[in-house]
């Protein structure tokens, strides 16, 4: 068989000194976003996640709180286009979320955030944005913005 053509992956490094430059990186991505677009935010509890949700959030004009959607899986947000605000971390089986519609059809009239995304595994497409937060607590953090789709090079740009 022959084998899988391997993707070339893209990525950025970028540093952040506190919560708020995490947020300021999340809004200077935001400028990119489009619609149909998925960002998956990938770190430790604590790690930034959110921070980097709110600081998108406000990039994209929306003035609405934006706090974990633990509880309520998803939260959506009117800014200049739909902010979708996952987060699987309570996720007993990605499979039975995906098949519940978790990731649906309406998704592609916004951009998605997901936290915790890697739970959903090779259920992901490669059409997305991962942002890696590596830090916790007062730590710096590095976030590495990674991408194998070229169409979200874009994100990689914005968030120099
Ligand atoms: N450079 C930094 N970037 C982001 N957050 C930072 C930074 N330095 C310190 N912090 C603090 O780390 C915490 C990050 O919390 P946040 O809720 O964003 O994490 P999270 O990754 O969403 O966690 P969870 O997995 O529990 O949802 C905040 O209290 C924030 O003030
Ligand atoms: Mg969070």
């Given at each position: 068989m022959p084998a899988q053509p391997v993707l070339p992956v893209h990525e950025r490094v970028v540093r952040t000194l506190g919560a708020a430059e995490t947020r300021a990186l999340g809004a200077r991505l935001a400028a990119a976003a489009r619609p149909g677009d998925l960002l998956c935010l990938v770190g430790d509890l604590g790690a930034g996640k959110t921070q980097l949700a709110k600081g998108f959030a406000q990039g994209l004009g929306i003035t609405d709180i934006v706090s974990s959607p633990t509880f309520v899986l998803m939260t959506e947000y009117a800014g200049r286009?739909?902010?979708?605000?996952?987060?699987?971390?309570?996720?007993?089986?990605?499979?039975?979320?995906?098949?519940?519609?978790?990731?649906?059809?309406?998704?592609l009239e916004g951009v998605a955030l997901v936290e915790w995304a890697e739970r959903l595994g090779e259920a992901l497409p490669v059409?997305?944005?991962?942002?890696?937060?590596?830090?916790?607590?007062?730590?710096?953090?590095a976030i590495t913005l990674r991408t194998a789709?070229?169409?979200?090079?874009?994100y990689l740009e914005a968030g120099a």
């Open positions: 286009i739909p902010m979708f605000h996952l987060d699987l971390y309570r996720l007993d089986d990605a499979a039975d979320a995906l098949a519940g519609g978790l990731i649906d059809e309406r998704q059409a997305r944005l991962d942002v890696v937060i590596d830090g916790t607590a007062d730590e710096p953090r789709d070229p169409a979200y090079l874009r």
